[in-house]
T-cell receptor, first 112, second 114 residues
């Protein structure tokens, strides 16, 4: 298994632009999570899907953030419009319910 | 909000020594997990200990859990330079119900000197 695959690995964009981050979870894992990591705030849970259904999006900072999971093998996190304070590493993770997470390598987002 | 809080924030030891990291949390949990993160990489799951377990081993790792004190410790024995990384505890809270998301602590930065 190739693990959790995220793309792109790095993204540099100008303020105001739309950013789309992509994630392919491990086949058979029914839970998918989006986290954001910064030096100041550590790891923050943004949104969590179970069986493709969003369960808890209370961590999504603003309406500028949205996430979808159209099927069991793909999820996107979109930021529109992006702002410099959105700069962070965004991680996707998947797991079977009640087990440890497998994290992707992350997307390092820089908004200038 | 941060549930688990690791202690110490940073730890520097010599190769071959043991490293102990502690984690405290506030709520009732289903399980507690430890993860490692190398610089610039994603987190790697190390070990999961359930609320009804008190100790668990995996290779050079030993994890303890004291639910009465709401604390856990991670012991790495015979440390190696390759163990240099940040270590995070994460809790699966009972209050989350069917939403089994983890809440991560702020991490301990371990440096193992050769």
């Amino acid at each position: 298994d190739a693990g959790v695959i995220q793309s792109p690995r790095h993204e540099v964009t100008e303020m105001g632009q739309e950013v789309t981050l992509r994630c392919k979870p491990i086949s058979g894992h029914n839970s998918l999570f989006w986290y954001r990591q910064t030096m100041m705030r550590g790891l923050e849970l943004l949104i969590y899907f179970n069986n493709n259904v969003p369960i808890d999006d209370s961590g999504m900072p603003e309406d500028r953030f949205s996430a979808k999971m159209p099927n069991a093998s793909f999820s996107t996190l979109k930021i529109q419009p992006s702002e410099p304070r959105d700069s962070a590493v965004y991680f996707c993770a998947s797991s079977p319910t009640g087990h440890g997470y497998t994290f992707g390598s992350g997307t390092r987002l820089t908004v200038v | 909000s941060q549930q688990g809080e690791e202690d110490p924030q940073a730890l520097s030891i010599q190769e071959g020594e043991n490293a102990t990291m502690n984690c405290s949390y506030k709520t009732s949990i289903n399980n507690l997990q430890w993860y490692r993160q190398n610089s610039g990489r994603g987190l790697v799951h190390l070990i999961l200990i359930r609320s009804n377990e008190r100790e668990k081993h995996s290779g050079r790792l030993r994890v303890t859990l004291d639910t009465s004190k709401k604390s856990s410790s991670l012991l790495i024995t015979a440390s190696r330079a390759a163990d240099t990384a940040s270590y995070f505890c994460a809790t699966d809270d009972l209050s989350s119900g069917s939403a089994r998301q983890l809440t991560f602590g702020s991490g301990t930065q371990l440096t193992v000197l050769p």
